[in-house]
């Protein structure tokens, strides 16, 4: 079988970068936001055309999520419309489909993870728009519609993880939610998963696509200073306590047990966290 073309939106980004490497040995369109404006629906189409992939796969979006309060047009205008455009040009070339989402589509009032089937209810305009996006990604025959949360674990190494790690290791005290509960998303495990749904020509639709898990953000500060080995001072912090303009959900952790039935079982937060930090202790030192 010949090389797939796989054409990647926001290919400079964490998430997709480890897309580019997961399928590197593909035929591989990486397209930079700068490159490729999702805003930009008539560009988008002869881009897209000229190219024609069989597989497209987004990872861009707008994730400003303070910032989006006050820029609802261009929150939507990333995450719904461009979302549109994608999902009409690779109908238009017959290609799959796969687009990221957010748990911030939940209100975070839950008290099990939520499942695909749970309805969705954004508190904020960042969540919103995702929800939007995620509707007409779903108008299509074939997309696969990935929710995953909390990324960790790309270049450059800037994620919340990463600045908790940091501060650990160079003797600061990082704030650290106590109540915000998270199932973390390690990118190379993200793009893992992807690869194996498309190669498995796996139903289509909607999966959480998370680590298997999940966690305070107090709790995964004290595993990462427990792996590190480290002494740290942690300084925890209720959701309550800031005063932020975008609401945050705060019980955000996801069931990945469709993903699991679906073929590909993803590892725990833990053995993810371990295989970062390993990845990272050339840098830490």
């Given at each position: 079988m010949g090389k797939r073309k796989v054409l990647v939106t926001g290919s400079g980004g964490q998430l997709g970068g480890a897309i580019c490497a997961e399928f590197s040995d593909e035929e591989l369109i990486?397209?930079?936001?700068?490159?490729?404006?999702?805003?930009?629906?008539?560009?988008?189409?002869?881009?897209?055309?000229?190219?024609?992939?069989?597989?497209?796969?987004?990872?861009?979006?707008?994730?400003?999520?303070?910032?989006?309060?006050?820029?609802?047009?261009?929150?939507?205008?990333?995450?719904?419309?461009?979302?549109?455009?994608?999902?009409?040009?690779?109908?238009?070339?017959?290609?799959?489909?796969?687009?990221?989402?957010?748990?911030?589509?939940?209100?975070?009032?839950?008290?099990?993870?939520?499942?695909?089937?749970?309805?969705?209810?954004p508190r904020n305009v960042y969540g919103t728009s995702k929800l939007i996006g995620e509707w007409f990604a779903s108008d299509i025959m074939g997309a696969y519609i990935l929710r995953v949360e909390s990324l960790f674990g790309g270049t450059p190494a800037r994620s919340s993880i990463d600045q908790i790690t940091d501060a650990i290791v160079n003797g600061r005290e990082p704030n650290v939610f106590m109540d915000r509960v998270v199932s973390p998303s390690f990118v190379h495990d993200v793009a893992r998963a992807t690869r194996s749904l498309i190669?498995?020509?796996?139903?289509?639709?909607?999966?959480?696509?998370?680590?298997?898990?999940?966690?305070?953000?107090?709790?995964?500060?004290?595993?990462?200073?427990?792996?590190?080995?480290?002494?740290?001072?942690?300084?925890?912090?209720?959701?309550?306590?800031?005063?932020?303009?975008a609401v945050r959900p705060v019980f955000c952790a996801l069931s990945n047990a469709k993903l699991a039935a679906a073929g590909f079982k993803m590892p725990s937060w833990q053995d993810a966290l371990t295989r970062h930090l390993a990845s990272r202790r050339q840098a830490l030192r």
């Open positions: 990486p397209l930079t936001h700068a490159e490729l404006e999702l805003v930009d629906h008539g560009n988008l189409l002869k881009v897209v055309t000229a190219h024609n992939p069989s597989i497209i796969i987004n990872c861009a979006g707008y994730n400003r999520v303070d910032e989006a309060e006050n820029n609802v047009e261009v929150a939507l205008a990333v995450n719904a419309f461009g979302v549109r455009s994608l999902a009409r040009a690779a109908t238009d070339v017959g290609a799959i489909f796969v687009h990221y989402s957010t748990d911030f589509v939940f209100d975070g009032v839950a008290t099990v993870p939520y499942t695909e089937q749970d309805e969705a209810s190669d498995a020509k796996a139903p289509a639709g909607l999966y959480h696509c998370v680590n298997t898990g999940h966690t305070t953000w107090l709790h995964l500060a004290e595993e990462i200073t427990r792996q590190l080995q480290a002494t740290a001072s942690l300084r925890p912090i209720s959701v309550a306590s800031l005063s932020l303009p």
